[in-house]
């Protein structure tokens, strides 16, 4: 089960906040309510969670893929139901601690397909049609841990705190995102859709989703070394500085 914070709140919470923001009575069912209003507010709601989740990275939306080859596998593997784009940098052979390559493009694909290949340092990787593509392929001759980092696309958990899901449903259904965020952005869309002056509703989003985007993750670790390297390690070959002792 994912951990997720103590700023999240409910559907029918957020809806009734934003109703009073913009003038409507909160009603005791927002999601049993037929006024015209409330059906555009719960439909926006949907559409601001997805938006949120294409906007940026959350961390409480990452989770983490494991892949265990069989050396004969073709390759192929199927990604995660909630998948909606790998996190860079962290596509790993934990077997043999090291980076894999990629994502590689449709050219750089086949030409490695067109090439015969017996043994590579690092495998590379691709995401096509619902698949995680791993190279060499068919077979790929090695039993490995593989692993990466991706963002969910399921932003709302049910009251049983272990059913995830892509869209509010009902109003007990709890909301990943910060809760003045998710507000703030419904608000907006719902003056938009309503051809009103959204100004301050956009100003006010904005600098919520700033702030919020700037703590998200902690600041990333110095690099000392004579590297442009994502990975801080020491390594004699590329970030020791070079003290030309015996050139």
């Known amino acids: 089960m994912v951990t997720y914070p103590t700023t999240i709140t409910t559907a029918d919470a957020i809806l009734n906040r934003v109703a009073a923001e913009v003038g409507?009575?909160?009603?005791?069912?927002?999601f049993g309510s037929s006024d015209a209003s409330f059906v555009q507010l719960r439909h926006l709601l949907n559409v601001a969670g997805d938006?949120?989740?294409v906007l940026y990275d959350w961390e409480v939306l990452r989770r983490e893929k494991t892949i265990t080859t069989a050396a004969t596998d073709v390759g192929n593997y199927t990604l995660p139901t909630d998948f909606a784009r790998i996190v860079d940098n962290t596509a790993w052979n934990?077997?043999?601690?090291?980076?894999?390559?990629?994502?590689?493009?449709?050219?750089?694909?086949?030409?490695?397909?067109?090439?015969?290949?017996?043994?590579?340092?690092?495998?590379?990787?691709?995401?096509?049609?619902?698949?995680?593509?791993?190279?060499?392929?068919?077979?790929?001759?090695?039993?490995?841990?593989?692993?990466?980092?991706?963002?969910?696309?399921?932003?709302?958990?049910?009251?049983?705190?272990?059913?995830?899901?892509?869209e509010v449903t009902v109003n007990s259904d709890n909301i990943l995102y910060d809760r003045t965020l998710i507000a703030r952005y419904l608000k907006l869309k719902f003056l938009l859709?309503?051809?009103?002056?959204?100004?301050?509703?956009?100003?006010?989003?904005?600098?919520?989703?700033?702030?919020?985007?700037?703590?998200?993750?902690?600041?990333?670790?110095?690099?000392?070394?004579?590297?442009?390297d994502v990975y801080p390690f020491i390594n004699a070959y590329r970030n020791i500085g070079n003290s030309n002792f015996g050139s």
Do not use: C, H
């Not at 409507?24 to 927002?30: G, H, I, M, N, R």
């Not at 006010?204 to 985007?213: A, K």
């Open 94 to 166: 934990r077997s043999e601690d090291l980076p894999m390559f990629g994502p590689l493009s449709a050219q750089e694909w086949q030409a490695l397909l067109g090439r015969t290949v017996t043994n590579l340092i690092n495998l590379g990787w691709r995401i096509t049609n619902g698949e995680f593509l791993v190279y060499p392929y068919n077979p790929v001759g090695i039993v490995a841990s593989l692993y990466f980092e991706y963002v969910s696309n399921n932003w709302v958990v049910a009251t049983d705190g272990t059913t995830y899901k892509n």
């Open 193 to 228: 859709a309503r051809g009103l002056d959204a100004t301050a509703a956009q100003d006010d989003f904005n600098q919520m989703f700033e702030m919020l985007t700037g703590s998200d993750k902690g600041a990333g670790t110095l690099n000392a070394g004579n590297s442009s």
């Open 51 to 53: 938006e949120l989740a």
């Open 24 to 30: 409507l009575t909160p009603v005791s069912d927002p």
